[in-house]
């Protein structure tokens, strides 16, 4: 269910209803399909994932965060990434962490100046960002700011924390948050039967072979430590008479 095979079942539903939108197209139609992806611990599987899109002539927005500690989307290895992504076509948004922000003008505030930074640093401009597990004030909040365009925006997302389950939404909303697809799963029958759709991908699930929730989890913890032990050895040789010892002590 989360392999790149997979994946592409669901582009291929997708480019040939003819509905797919980015957020700016969406404001002007009354139908479409948002694929969006909130990168939560890997630039890597995220930069993978884009290549999968690209291999069917598809393109998305990919949501990455100022403030994670999981990655640092500032380092050079990163900045080339996102710079590539953009220039084939990918929209690059903020993924905006509140952090325990609950103060709305703060948080309005905080999300412009993460925007500014960002595009500052990139090099290109910055025009959309999703919240990071947002809370029902935020939702209910429906955040808009001057061409800026939030992912949860009611334009894109119906909030109604009344709605019964299973209950028809002016946008249909699908996730994949924790490895489990709520909401219901993105198949043709999901997709066609509703006028509005936006699809919450995290690139750090998904995998060429697919691997359920634990397998999936043990991978990614490797491809950190192989990541980290890589930027130790790339910034100073300090320990590399250990490297050997820490390699065979880890557990693959």
Same mark, same amino acid.
């Given at each position: ?7 592409? %079942? ?45 291999? !069917? ?14 990655? @640092? ?11 590539? !992504?953009?220039?084939? *076509? ?26 500014? !930074?960002?595009? @500052? ?10 919240? #990071? ?59 066609? @039967? @509703? ?6 991908? #995290?690139?750090? *699930?998904?995998?060429?072979? *697919? ?12 491809? %950190? ?19 050997? %010892?820490?390699?065979? %002590? #880890?557990?693959?």
């Amino acid at each position: 269910m989360f392999s790149y095979d997979d994946y592409k %079942k669901i582009i291929k539903i997708i480019k040939e209803s003819g509905r797919q939108a980015t957020y700016q197209e969406a404001l002007n139609k009354d139908d479409f399909i948002i694929m969006r992806h909130d990168v939560e611990y890997s630039v890597e599987r995220a930069y993978k994932l884009s290549k999968v899109e690209e291999s !069917m002539d598809f393109r998305s927005t990919f949501f990455f965060q100022w403030t994670n500690n999981s990655y @640092n989307i500032l380092s050079r290895k990163n900045r080339d990434i996102l710079t590539d !992504m953009h220039e084939r *076509g990918q929209e690059i948004g903020l993924h905006f962490a509140l952090n325990g922000m609950t103060d709305m003008n703060l948080i309005r505030d905080r999300i412009k100046q993460e925007i500014d !930074m960002l595009s @500052n640093m990139l090099g290109f401009e910055i025009t959309t960002f999703s919240i #990071h597990r947002p809370s029902p004030a935020v939702l209910a909040e429906n955040i808009k700011l001057p061409g800026i365009i939030n992912a949860y925006q009611d334009e894109f997302f119906s909030f109604d924390p009344k709605a019964a389950e299973g209950a028809k939404l002016d946008v249909k909303y699908m996730s994949d948050a924790n490895h489990i697809w709520r909401y219901g799963y993105p198949d043709e029958e999901s997709i066609l @039967n @509703n006028k509005k759709v936006q699809i919450l991908v #995290h690139p750090f *699930g998904w995998t060429k072979e *697919g691997y359920d929730n634990f397998n999936n989890y043990r991978t990614l913890i490797d491809e %950190k430590y192989d990541e980290m032990i890589d930027s130790i050895d790339n910034e100073c040789k300090d320990f590399a008479e250990f490297r050997d %010892k820490f390699e065979i %002590k #880890h557990v693959r």
